[in-house]
Structures are given as C-alpha cells and as structure tokens.
C-alpha cells in the first residue's frame, strides 16, 4: 500500500468539469489498494470540496485544504479578520477562533483590532475589503496567505482552457498595500506537510500540475513528485524543477505508469 496526496484543481478537474479519466483513475488506485488524500491550494472548506467531489462522481477520499492548514497556525484566543470564501471563515469559526468576515464590515472601515489577517481564494475582489485587510495588517495583525498561486486552472465558456489570477494575485494586493510580507500556509510550505503527515503519516507520491508547489511539496515530504499536463504546466514547459518521476499528459495516464512500476 502506498499513500497518495492528489491535487485537485488542473489534476481531478478543471473549473467545475470533472478531467477525462480522473474518477477512474482514482478507483483504480483505490482498488489496487493505496490510500488517496485530495490535497488542495484552494482556501475552501474540506467539506465543500468533499460535495464538488461527490457530484461528479468521485470516490469519497479525504481533503485537505490549505484553510485547515492556515487555522492550524493560529493560537487559541486569536482574534482573525478573513479576506476570502465563506467557507474559510467557516474554517475559523468550527475551529474555534473569533472570526470576522472582511465581507461583513463597511466598505468604509475603520478596520476591526485583530490578531491575525489572513488572506484566502476569493471569486470577485474589492479595493475596499482589500484596503480594510491591509489597515489591519499594518495595525499590527499576522498576515497569513492561505496560498501564493499565481494563476487558478479553469474552462472557458467555449470550452478552451484558461488561467485566471489565483490568490496570489489577491495576497500581493494586500502585501503591497499594507507593506508586509505574509506567511504562507498552503503548499508547498511547512504547514500544509505538517498536516498531511500529522493526521495521515508519511506520503509516498504527491501528484500535481506545478512543479512550484506540488513538486516542493514532493520534496518537502520525500515523496515521488507525479507531474500531470492537464492543468498550469504545459508539454512545453518541460523541463521542469524539481524533476518528476513520472510525467503524464493527465491522471490517469501517471497513474498508469506507477501502478505498472509497483507490478513489476
């Protein structure tokens, strides 16, 4: 049996469109007998994932995502202003932090006292909120960042894959506006492996679409790095750092490539 963190986003699927041959794949994984843990950059709660996953038809698995991960750095009595998806302020709140949604604030301000901002994927962005999650920062908060992706992996309208400015866009908004640098909590930095590895143990393979996270996520946990061209990093991207140990054009074709090199 070996332990695979599988990404989500550009890996299972793309946008809200289930990839060729993901669902499949990842039968197969579970049924030849590996464990499966979806693990996402996308600052949403696991159970929201879990529901994406079920409607398209994906064998139930369990997520996580770089909200628990930004959660598990914050301290009991911390008082957190979030810029991000309701269900990140979810995160906060079943955790058992004093949350204010940014969303919930006037536009105007002023900025509430808090003890940590912390910065997750959101879908439509404001000058305002964005300027009341700098005040905070500058008045002393911790400035987390759930991810610094640069781009977010969907389908357009005409079917054409695009890539839209991932949350790093929204983080360097605030870090620039407020003067601060933010800690990141998502892959492929310390406190997503430290979640992966406290709640299930060690990884053997790390599948992903960039080499930026995923494949420094590989080796931060000494995994084998599986890359997949169906997401951010194109066949003329390669060669890529870190190097992977297997490439394929999509998940069910790297799956199929380990799965043969455990049978021989």
């Known amino acids: 049996m070996?332990?695979?963190?599988?990404?989500?986003?550009?890996?299972?699927w793309r946008g809200s469109e289930l990839l060729p041959g993901?669902?499949?794949?990842?039968?197969?994984?579970?049924?030849?007998?590996?464990?499966?843990i979806f693990c996402t950059n996308h600052a949403q709660s696991p159970e929201t994932k879990q529901r994406e996953l079920e409607r398209l038809g994906v064998r139930a698995c369990p997520v996580v995502t770089?909200?628990?991960?930004?959660?598990?750095q914050c301290v009991g009595g911390d008082r957190v202003l979030?810029?991000?998806?309701?269900?990140?302020v979810e995160v906060f709140r079943t955790s058992g932090f004093d949350t204010?949604?940014?969303?919930?604030?006037s536009e105007d301000g002023p900025a509430p006292e808090v003890d940590v901002v912390v910065v997750g994927a959101l879908?439509?962005?404001?000058?305002?909120?964005?300027?009341?999650?700098?005040?905070?920062?500058?008045?002393?908060?911790?400035?987390?960042?759930t991810n610094d992706d640069a781009t977010y992996p969907v389908r357009g309208s005409s079917g054409r894959p695009r890539l839209l400015p991932g949350n790093g866009a929204l983080v360097a908004a605030v870090a620039v506006t407020a003067g601060a640098t933010p800690e990141v909590t998502g892959k492929p930095h310390a406190a997503t492996a430290e979640l992966l590895v406290r709640r299930y143990g060690p990884v053997d393979v790390m599948v992903g679409d960039k080499p930026e996270t995923d494949g420094a996520l590989?080796?931060?946990?000494?995994a084998r790095f599986a890359l997949?061209?169906?997401?951010?990093?194109?066949?003329?991207?390669?060669?890529?750092?870190?190097?992977?140990?297997?490439?394929?054009?999509?998940?069910s074709a790297v799956v199929d490539q380990l799965l043969d090199m455990s049978s021989v």
Do not use: C, K, M
């Open 2 to 12: 070996q332990r695979w963190a599988i990404d989500l986003d550009g890996v299972v």
């Open 22 to 36: 993901s669902a499949a794949a990842i039968s197969r994984l579970l049924d030849a007998g590996h464990e499966v």
């Open 66 to 72: 770089s909200a628990e991960a930004a959660a598990a």
């Open 82 to 88: 979030v810029l991000g998806d309701p269900t990140l």
């Open 100 to 105: 204010i949604d940014v969303d919930d604030l």
């Open 123 to 145: 879908r439509d962005w404001s000058r305002s909120r964005v300027g009341l999650a700098a005040d905070a920062v500058r008045a002393g908060a911790r400035f987390l960042a």
């Open 218 to 222: 590989a080796a931060r946990l000494g």
């Open 228 to 251: 997949v061209l169906s997401g951010v990093t194109a066949a003329t991207d390669l060669p890529v750092t870190p190097d992977p140990f297997v490439v394929g054009a999509d998940l």
